[in-house]
């Protein structure tokens, strides 16, 4: 069983910063990349940053030079670090991971997802 974890959304007002992390746990060997997607309302969900396990990462174009993805392999930890913080970024994000386990070569799996409100 692989569980993520987000942690670190809330209220900010534009111009502000706020650190999301996410934590893998479970019966995981192998965590193969690990991605932030966000979906706004009444949006669909879209990839905002990616992070594989050598460290490539990627970014949508409308969050590039302001949101910063990072990786923590030992805790099997991703964060994403945003700046600039702008309100059309209001939106769930979530969690994602490509994970080898016991019994699944490359799994995709999901997080809750946490609340992010750019607001004055």
């Known amino acids: 069983q692989v569980q993520l974890v987000e942690s670190g959304g809330g209220l900010v007002q534009p111009g502000g910063s706020l650190r999301l992390s996410c934590a893998a746990s479970g019966s995981i060997l192998s965590i193969y990349a690990m991605n932030w997607y966000r979906q706004g309302p009444g949006k669909q969900r879209e990839l905002v940053a990616g992070?594989?396990?050598?460290?490539?990462?990627n970014y949508a174009d409308s969050v590039k030079g302001r949101f910063t993805i990072s990786r923590h392999h030992a805790q099997m930890t991703v964060y994403l670090q945003m700046n600039s913080l702008k309100p059309e970024d209001t939106a769930v994000y979530f969690c994602n991971a490509r994970i080898m386990t016991m019994t699944e070569l490359n799994g995709d799996y999901w997080g809750q997802g946490t609340q992010v409100t750019v607001s004055s």
């Open positions: 992070i594989t396990s050598g460290g490539s990462t």
